[in-house]
């Protein structure tokens, strides 16, 4: 079978691999659509914490189930799924407390195993999500959504409430939309006017802030100087994650959701005198998946527009570099096998 592996920094390589073996408890998927993620983008260009070479990348993914044993028999052979590409131990301390997401022994497909950029993986059936009534494009983006939609709900987001969204990247979006989900007031933060215009037309934000643009000042102009009480990062860029603390309400708490290969520091009295909350948010759970997946099914989520970009896996090596530049204009690309 085809598989693309990134071998070292700045290299993809289309190779042949024996075609995997079905496992007690597992299912072997044929992969039929492949997200590419900030993850892979990353990796590739050798800034992914947690990673090494050489790599399967690939976690965004959708495919149709060939063989499986599953003792339940809740998916079958011919079902459309949707894989939880974040491999718990399911005995660790975060485990026992439901927290998956967080596992002390994580193994996520593409970062610290081999992912789904290849024509069949195995997957434990516990990882499949069936998704018979979605469009394979909707499959494969419930992962990214997912991730914004557990950090909504992280922030516990009451109704009512003023948040911003730093970063409108594909997970900034599903923190944007799950924010106004919830009812929240949602102002979205970026560089890039376009991007900007984006995030009004997709995810329906209220406001728009550009970053470069006296931030803090528009900020508190739309907020009766209070600023919002929840401040989602997902920008992964270590000098809006310091600025971010800037941005908070007394009393408020700040999320990362972005990942940053650095160390980052802040005013501890500022922090201190608005009794700020500090959080990270990392993948998502299995409850995240389902609620992604019926806000996708019910409409409330378009994807079509959030896919701004597709290529045949044949291809994709010979476009990768290009979606890793600001006129490319990416907010989703889809490879399609």
Same mark, same amino acid.
């Given at each position: 079978?085809?598989?693309?592996?990134?071998? *070292?920094?700045?290299?993809?390589?289309?190779?042949? *691999?024996?075609?995997?073996?079905?496992?007690?408890?597992? =299912?072997?998927?044929?992969?039929?659509?492949?997200?590419?993620?900030?993850?892979?983008?990353?990796? !590739?260009?050798?800034?992914?914490?947690?990673?090494?070479?050489?790599?399967?990348?690939?976690?965004?993914?959708?495919?149709?189930?060939?063989?499986?044993?599953?003792?339940?028999?809740?998916?079958?052979?011919?079902? *459309? &799924?949707?894989?939880?590409?974040?491999?718990?131990?399911?005995?660790?301390? =975060?485990?026992?407390?439901?927290?998956?997401?967080?596992? $002390?022994?994580?193994?996520?497909?593409?970062?610290?195993?081999?992912?789904?950029?290849?024509?069949?993986?195995?997957?434990?059936?516990?990882?499949?999500?069936?998704?018979?009534?979605?469009?394979?494009?909707?499959?494969?983006?419930?992962?990214?959504?997912?991730?914004?939609?557990?950090?909504?709900?992280?922030?516990?987001?009451?109704?009512?409430?003023?948040?911003? &969204?730093?970063?409108?990247?594909?997970?900034?979006?599903?923190?944007?939309?799950?924010?106004?989900?919830?009812?929240?007031?949602?102002?979205?933060?970026?560089?890039?006017?376009?991007?900007?215009?984006?995030?009004? *037309?997709?995810?329906?934000?209220?406001?728009?802030?550009? =970053?470069?643009?006296?931030?803090?000042?528009?900020?508190?102009?739309?907020?009766?100087?209070? !600023?919002? $009480?929840?401040?989602?990062?997902?920008?992964?860029?270590?000098?809006?994650?310091?600025?971010?603390?800037?941005?908070?309400?007394?009393?408020?708490?700040?999320? !990362?959701?972005?990942?940053?290969?650095?160390?980052?520091?802040?005013?501890?009295?500022?922090?201190?005198?608005?009794?700020?909350?500090?959080?990270?948010?990392?993948?998502?759970?299995?409850?995240?998946?389902? +609620?992604?997946?019926?806000?996708? +099914?019910?409409?409330?989520?378009?994807?079509?527009?959030?896919? $701004?970009?597709?290529?045949?896996?044949?291809?994709?090596?010979?476009?990768?570099?290009?979606?890793?530049?600001?006129?490319?204009?990416?907010?989703?690309?889809? &490879?399609?096998?």
């Amino acid at each position: 079978m085809r598989a693309i592996v990134c071998e *070292q920094v700045d290299q993809l390589k289309l190779v042949e *691999q024996e075609k995997p073996a079905l496992l007690p408890g597992t =299912a072997v998927v044929r992969i039929r659509r492949i997200g590419i993620c900030g993850t892979d983008l990353h990796a !590739y260009k050798g800034n992914q914490p947690f990673f090494s070479y050489p790599r399967v990348l690939g976690h965004e993914l959708a495919g149709v189930v060939e063989q499986i044993d599953d003792p339940h028999g809740r998916i079958h052979a011919g079902d *459309q &799924v949707s894989i939880i590409p974040y491999m718990h131990c399911g005995e660790c301390i =975060a485990c026992r407390n439901g927290k998956t997401n967080c596992c $002390t022994d994580m193994k996520v497909l593409g970062v610290h195993i081999d992912g789904g950029m290849r024509e069949l993986i195995v997957v434990p059936v516990t990882h499949l999500l069936a998704a018979n009534g979605l469009t394979l494009d909707q499959a494969a983006v419930l992962e990214p959504l997912s991730i914004g939609a557990h950090a909504v709900r992280r922030a516990a987001l009451q109704a009512g409430e003023t948040v911003l &969204v730093i970063g409108s990247g594909p997970i900034g979006l599903g923190v944007m939309a799950f924010a106004k989900h919830r009812g929240a007031r949602v102002i979205a933060m970026d560089i890039q006017d376009e991007r900007l215009a984006f995030c009004k *037309q997709w995810a329906k934000v209220d406001d728009t802030v550009n =970053a470069l643009q006296g931030a803090k000042e528009k900020l508190a102009e739309l907020t009766n100087g209070e !600023y919002p $009480t929840a401040v989602f990062d997902a920008t992964g860029n270590a000098r809006s994650m310091a600025d971010a603390f800037g941005f908070v309400a007394h009393g408020g708490r700040l999320v !990362y959701v972005g990942l940053v290969k650095a160390e980052l520091s802040f005013n501890d009295p500022e922090f201190h005198k608005r009794e700020m909350t500090l959080m990270g948010s990392r993948n998502a759970t299995i409850e995240d998946f389902a +609620a992604v997946q019926e806000a996708v +099914a019910s409409g409330s989520i378009d994807v079509n527009s959030f896919i $701004t970009h597709r290529v045949p896996f044949a291809d994709m090596i010979n476009h990768f570099d290009s979606w890793l530049k600001p006129e490319s204009k990416v907010i989703k690309a889809m &490879v399609e096998l």
